[in-house]
């Protein structure tokens, strides 16, 4: 079984910073891909940023050059610098991980983001 649970959620001002941070635990495979998704009130969940335990990044169009995704592959965590915040950033935010046959998602953080 794999956990993962999140933290660093807050309340931002438009054009602030926050640093988002997760941590695996368990059978945590050497190939896995964790990462971030979020979910706007009433939205389906959106993907944020990916990265692979051997660094490949995704990230989605509306974030990238603002968010930084980032991980340990030692201590089995993945940050999301989150930079230059709007307003429709206000979200809960998931943490994910994907292992070969196993998915696994975080309780949520809420960010709020005010204008």
């Known amino acids: 079984q794999v956990q993962v649970v999140e933290s660093g959620g807050g309340l931002v001002q438009a054009g602030g910073s926050l640093r988002l941070s997760c941590a695996a635990s368990g059978t945590i495979v050497s190939f896995n891909e964790m990462g971030w998704y979020r979910q706007r009130r009433g939205n389906q969940r959106d993907m944020v940023a990916l990265i692979t335990s051997r660094g490949a990044t995704n990230y989605a169009d509306s974030v990238k050059g603002r968010f930084t995704i980032s991980r340990d592959n030692d201590q089995n965590r993945v940050y999301l610098q989150m930079n230059s915040l709007k307003p429709e950033g206000t979200a809960i935010y998931f943490c994910?991980?994907?292992?070969?046959?196993?998915?696994?998602w975080g309780q949520g953080t809420q960010v709020t983001v005010s204008s």
């Open positions: 994910y991980y994907r292992g070969a046959t196993l998915v696994r």
